[in-house]
């Protein structure tokens, strides 16, 4: 006969309620742990945008139950079509249905994050006969990383075993980590987030291809790109437009007229103008990164980071939420094999190890991948314009 100890059950602290803090909860609920998420926002919700959820997240969703939520709120793109943006002419087109299944595990889901994010939120309140505390109106302000422990706007003080800080973009967590400021950076580039409804689309017969079944289109042309696709139950057809950044200097997100949207693509795709032209508002947001950080870890073997905090990333391979996805599924897979508290930062090492080099590829990709997506007219511009034709490119997760 042998005796087998009881894992041990850490009480792992959040800090941030977004895509990834909500991932990492799950997962590291389902690993076996107890979890509070601390969110500084009065209400639990996400952007009013669509996302696509790529295989490599969608697959760790579905190991946590949520196919069958996800498909709810989810049209599954057929096709991935590169455009020229003069025309729109189709330059390469693949299929999406059912590569992405077979070859890496997943759908490619499109839906609109405030279902993503309640999808998340629900699971968290209920994982079995468990649930994750998530706490709104909880700004974490400092972090002692010894104790661990963090103390709150309005002045408490909470401990943990081990404390996750996917604060996002604008992280104080990993300004904490770094012991200084370290404000993200401009990349040169804002996003026009634009939704139209789907059935203002079909009142106009050359725009019915693109209500009326689901891809991803996205036109390419100088300085700037449109990724367009169709969103479910809201019915509306999801625009991202990026050009250059004309924003005023301390603004990061204001609203834009649709004249200016229009303006910028005046050349491009008249049935492109023709849906921006269906909106009557416009946001528009400054796409920012961080700089790559020596660690996400701290010495104490307490504390890490994930998401945006530690890899935030130009959008260009739609991988943003992906990645935090993937880093919550890798964290919590780690934490299920705790045998015994004195693992904790080797563990915390490992999964530093093990998302550092993958995440630093997407984050150094999407921004080369601008210089594809953007090229002038011109000598290059044809060359890409040959390999996309000729079909020498698989979409790859
Ligand atoms: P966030 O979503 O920023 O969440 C951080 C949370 O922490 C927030 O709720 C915030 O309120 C909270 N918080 C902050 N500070 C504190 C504090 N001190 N105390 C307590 N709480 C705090 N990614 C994709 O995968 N697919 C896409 O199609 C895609 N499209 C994109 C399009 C655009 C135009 C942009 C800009 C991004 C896109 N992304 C996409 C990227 C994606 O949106 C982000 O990578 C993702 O949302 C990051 O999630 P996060 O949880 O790390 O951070």
Redesign the pocket.
């Known amino acids: 006969m042998h005796l087998k100890m009881p894992k041990p059950r850490l009480n792992v602290l959040i ?8 991932s990492a909860a799950i997962a590291i609920r389902l690993a076996g742990h107890e979890v509070l998420v ?4 009065s209400t639990l919700s ?2 009013g ?6 295989p490599n ?1 969608s697959r760790f969703l579905i190991s946590w139950g949520l196919r069958e939520a996800m498909d709810r709120v989810s049209v599954l793109p057929e096709v991935m079509r590169f455009r020229s943006y003069r025309d729109g002419g189709i330059l390469n087109e693949q299929p999406l249905v059912p590569l992405t299944e077979e070859v890496y595990g997943g759908p490619y889901w499109h839906c609109h ?1 405030a279902d993503f994010h309640k999808v998340l939120l629900e699971k968290c309140q209920t994982i079995g006969r468990l649930t994750v505390e998530v706490r709104i109106n ?4 400092k972090i002692d990383f010894e104790a661990p422990s963090v103390t709150l706007s309005t002045g408490g003080t909470i401990g943990a075993d081990l404390i996750v800080g ?8 990993r300004e904490q980590l770094l012991g200084h400021s370290d404000p993200p950076h401009l990349t040169g580039d804002l ?1 026009y ?1 634009i939704l139209v409804k789907a059935e203002e689309m079909r009142k106009h017969k050359d725009l019915e291809e693109f209500v009326n079944k689901p891809a991803i289109n996205t036109w390419m042309g100088p300085n700037a790109h449109a990724v367009c696709y169709l969103l479910k139950d809201q019915g509306y057809y999801n625009m ?1 437009l990026i050009c250059p950044d004309n924003m005023p200097g301390g603004v990061n997100v204001m609203s834009a007229d649709p004249t200016e949207v229009l303006e910028f693509f005046k050349s491009w795709d008249p049935k492109l103008q023709k849906m921006i032209s269906l909106v009557s508002s416009v946001s528009k ?1 400054r ?1 920012q990164n961080g700089t790559e950080m020596a660690s996400w870890t701290h010495p104490s073997g307490k504390f890490a980071l ?4 530690c890899h ?2 130009l ?1 260009y391979l ?7 996805v993937e880093d919550g599924g890798v964290l919590g897979g780690l934490l299920g094999k705790l045998e015994d508290r004195s693992q904790l930062p080797a563990l915390l090492r490992a999964y530093e190890g093990l998302r550092k080099n993958r995440t630093t590829k997407i984050v150094t990709g999407s921004t080369d991948m601008r210089d594809i997506l953007h090229m002038e007219d011109g000598e290059k511009q044809k060359r890409r314009d040959a390999v996309l034709l000729a079909d020498d490119i698989k979409p790859g997760f």
Request: glycine share 16%; aromatic share 2%; hydrophobic share 50%.
């Open positions: 800090v941030g309620a977004g895509l990834g803090g909500l601390l969110e500084q926002a996400e952007v945008a669509g996302i696509q959820v790529p997240s994050r909880s700004m974490v302000i996917s604060d996002g973009l604008k992280s104080r967590c996003a987030r991202v947001w796409l994930l998401g945006d905090a935030a990333t959008p739609a991988q943003g939420a992906a990645i935090a």
